[in-house]
């Protein structure tokens, strides 16, 4: 319960400086003209991505090159002039796979009925507000955040409560083992 309260917890918070620095972000790259509208857009998602990638990896104890590849794919959609919903599509296809497939991996209908539900559930939640403004995109990153944080919540919680009846056996066995030595020790 520790380690998904933990997890639970940083991802909220990681949501929430994401939410606050996107608007910093945003007048940043409209005032360095460096980079256009919708490249500069995506590649701030693209670093929110990363980010939270690294947690991931962090919590699920892989190394972090077996990320790099699926975090170098939508490199080839930020600068394509087509829709955003392609773009954000392809983000939280890898969110997905590197949180279910790479960081935690599970049963197959589980983790993708978990994904369907949390990951494309909050994305759809945010794109029913329609943010127009900067301030709604803020508020609506934190919302997607939010209902990540979900996912520590109803996938890792079964996976520790499997892990966790073993050891309490072992401690039962343990002090039995124990008692019956001290009963052993007391007879003459």
């Avoid at 954000?88 to 209908?109: E, H, N, T, V």
Wanted: proline residues 5%; positive net charge; charged residues 15%.
């Amino acid at each position: 319960m520790n380690k998904t309260g933990r997890m639970t917890r940083t991802t909220i918070v990681f949501g929430l400086i994401c939410a606050v620095a996107f608007v910093p972000a945003r007048m940043i790259t409209d005032h360095i003209h460096l980079i256009q509208y919708p490249t500069d857009f995506r590649l701030i998602f693209l670093i929110y991505l990363a980010g939270y990638a690294l947690l991931l990896t962090r919590w699920g104890k892989i190394p972090k090159r077996r990320i790099l590849f699926p975090l170098l794919l939508p490199l080839l959609f930020i600068g394509w002039q087509g829709s955003d919903i392609v773009f954000f599509l392809c983000l939280l296809g890898i969110l997905s796979q590197i949180r279910s497939s790479l960081c935690f991996p599970g049963a197959l209908f589980k983790t993708v009925a978990a994904e369907v539900l949390i990951c494309f559930g909050s994305a759809a939640l945010v794109a029913y507000w329609t943010p127009r403004s900067m301030l709604a995109w803020s508020l609506g990153i934190w919302m997607f955040f939010l209902g990540q944080s979900l996912y520590f919540i109803f996938v890792t919680d079964s996976a520790e409560s499997d892990n966790t009846t073993e050891p309490d056996r072992d401690i039962f066995e343990k002090a039995r083992y124990q008692a019956e030595k001290i009963l052993a020790d007391q007879t003459p």
